[in-house]
């Protein structure tokens, strides 16, 4: 059990890169890990998995979000004043 965790987590780690360059999921890789998930632990380490890895894709869109806000804000706030 613990090696198939280790090796998950590699994959997740291997999979970060391809996260980077496609926004969408690795479905072959997905596809490869459920394919591997031959008992109930290894299904349910599965699915942490990928619900970690989406609460971690909506982390990651707020902060953007956040910080885009804050950028309008500053642009807003020196245009503001620099008319004053």
């Not at 894709?57 to 642009?75: F, G, K």
Request: aromatic fraction near 8%; include cysteine.
């Amino acid at each position: 059990m613990r090696g198939w965790r280790n090796s998950l987590r590699r994959e997740a780690w291997a999979g970060c890169k391809m996260r980077d360059q496609d926004a969408g999921f690795d479905f072959q890789r997905y596809r490869q890990l459920l394919a591997e998930a031959d008992d109930e632990t290894k299904r349910l380490a599965f699915i942490d998995l990928l619900i970690k890895e989406r609460a971690k894709e909506r982390l990651e869109a707020q902060r953007a979000s956040d910080r885009d806000a804050m950028t309008a804000t500053t642009i807003a706030r020196v245009l503001g004043t620099s008319r004053a």
